[in-house]
């Protein structure tokens, strides 16, 4: 984030805080008729975990801390969690969830009255009503529903078009929650319409993919769109066509993503996510179709062979002028075999702060090489992407394999470097091969150290044989694949995978070289090896 940017956000909040954080506005919010009660409570439709709820139950003060792990800014989510347990003292904790929040940040507040957060809260108190209304009291409904009409004015009032992403349609989705409650809705669910639809256009590619390209964020925009679609059918009311055009277009860039376990990639700052979720999500969208093998404008390929899976980056980092989440990740792939995650991308931790999100956008926390240990495109303090990378991608059949070749110009400006790889998956699916090339003009390029990557899911143990010349991946299910590099030592080092948002060890696979005038050639491969 630049000089300039720093300051006029720092400006931004203090206008914000003397407009929105003083006594009289908060008069005006409680000014007009307030409804005594709620009259549109659809259930919230989504899975929750039972155990993280179980979680929350034995230790309820880390419910109420302000911490980015907690469950204040993600109500929805720690509802949803009480709610799969079911019981009475679920119940309890949902209504003592709230009444913590009333008490703390019932007044402004610059992070909790966040467009995205008032748009989710609003949201989770209305649609998980019907679950801890039981355990209430009649001062706390009054109390729910006074808060809930003033944040949902303060979201009418506020709303901007400039909004994207995720939280575009979170706040859309709070505008249509309280919209369908409180006087004066037919406003709000015009200001949600034209957001969306504003956003449809600007944001999805015609592959329908969204632009940032991240895995996770097409899962959560496309669950938002889809209880919009449901809650309007409930309300008899028509969806806009172009909002119900560009759901079902993101639906088959959403199974595109899927490992063999059900859950999600890790690439550009998205988590595995839970399969649940997604076979929920997929289900309630009613829109069949088969699995593309490419995405060519959001930039992915796809290659299944047997019950192998190879997924590959193979278009250039979103900017942060589009997403703030994007990786450095060029050409990085990974690699499953049925429900067995094998080589992986590090993740990311999306409420880690500013020196996670750099961490977890290096390239070098990806499954693809560096030159130099150096990021193929600039990564920003808080690890976002800056500038633009130029790459190529094209497939092709030979021999009965299925093959990508892939380039980016990452290195070019640093080194005179051009990166190419090609991937080739054998029809069986039991051998994966590899071919790394660095390109390099004649006395530039030479004499750079480079460093190839295979980062392991956690449940994959290594070793090495053969003095570093190949590694034993061992599966959870007792399967095991050879790694092998050509003229080469293969080295084990220790690395994150944070596909669940939280940080884990595990291990990662590496080798490293110098670079020669000219072109310099890695070949390797990861075979299946055949139980005796």
């Known amino acids: 984030m630049t000089a300039a940017v720093k300051i006029i956000n720092k400006v931004r909040r203090g206008v914000q805080n003397v407009a929105y ?34 979680n929350l139950l034995s230790n309820q003060q880390s419910m109420f801390e302000r911490t980015e792990s907690t469950a204040l800014r993600h109500a929805a989510t720690a509802l949803r969690n009480l709610r799969a347990i079911g019981t009475d003292t679920a119940r309890t ?83 249509i929650y309280g919209g369908l409650n409180f006087p004066e809705g037919d406003k709000a669910l ?26 996770a964020a097409q899962l959560h925009i496309l669950r938002h769109l889809v209880d919009i679609r449901n809650i309007f059918n409930l309300a008899d009311i028509r969806l806009p066509e172009s909002i119900g055009m560009g759901l079902a277009s993101m639906i088959p860039a959403l199974k595109f993503f899927r490992h063999g376990d059900g859950a999600l990639c890790l690439f550009h700052g998205g988590i595995e996510e839970t399969a649940l979720l997604v076979d929920a999500v997929l289900t309630q969208a009613v829109v069949r179709g088969r699995v593309m093998h490419r995405l060519t404008e959001t930039g992915y390929e796809r290659v299944m062979a047997g019950r192998s899976l190879l997924l590959v980056d193979a278009g250039s980092p979103p900017p942060r002028s589009v997403s703030p989440s994007g990786h450095a990740g060029l050409l990085s792939f990974e690699f499953s075999h049925g429900r067995e995650r094998i080589i992986s991308n590090c993740g990311a931790v999306p409420y880690g702060g500013a020196q996670w999100h750099a961490a977890c956008a290096a390239t070098a926390a990806h499954s693809t090489l560096t030159v130099a240990d150096t990021n193929a495109c600039d990564v920003d303090s808080e690890g976002g992407i800056v500038g633009h990378v130029a790459t190529t991608a094209q497939r092709f059949e030979e021999g009965g394999a299925h093959g990508i070749e892939i380039s980016h110009d990452g290195y070019r400006s640093q080194f005179g470097l051009m990166h190419h790889r090609i991937l080739r998956l054998s029809g069986d699916g039991e051998t994966l091969a590899g071919r790394d090339i660095l390109q390099g003009a004649a006395g530039r390029g030479g004499g750079k150290e480079f460093t190839i990557r295979w980062h392991l899911h956690p449940g994959v143990q290594a070793s090495l044989s053969q003095g570093g010349q190949t590694a034993l991946l061992r599966t959870p299910s007792g399967g095991g694949w050879r790694l092998r590099v050509e003229n080469g030592t293969l080295g084990l080092e220790s690395s994150i ?36």
């Open 190 to 215: 015009g200001l949600a319409c034209d957001l969306l639809q504003r956003q449809m256009a600007a944001e999805l590619l015609p592959d329908g993919g969204h632009v940032s390209r991240n895995p």
């Open 497 to 532: 995978y944070c596909g669940s948002a939280t940080p884990r060890r595990t291990m990662q696979v590496k080798t490293s070289s110098l670079t020669n005038n000219g072109d310099t050639v890695t070949t390797w491969s990861l075979t299946r090896e055949r139980k005796a």
């Open 93 to 175: 904790a949902s209504v003592r969830l709230i009444e913590n929040w009333l008490a703390q940040y019932d007044g402004w507040d610059e992070v909790e009255w966040m467009p995205g957060h008032l748009g989710s809260r609003i949201a989770a108190w209305i649609g998980f009503n019907d679950f801890y209304a039981p355990a209430a009291s009649i001062d706390f409904n009054t109390h729910l529903v006074t808060s809930l009409h003033r944040q949902w004015k303060h979201l009418v009032r506020t709303i901007s078009p400039s909004l994207t992403g995720v939280e575009a349609v979170q706040a859309a989705r709070g505008l």
């Open 21 to 54: 954080g003083n006594p009289i506005y908060q008069k005006i919010l409680a000014s007009g008729d307030t409804p005594q009660r709620l009259h549109f409570t659809p259930s919230d439709p989504w899975p929750g975990d039972a155990q993280a709820g179980q």
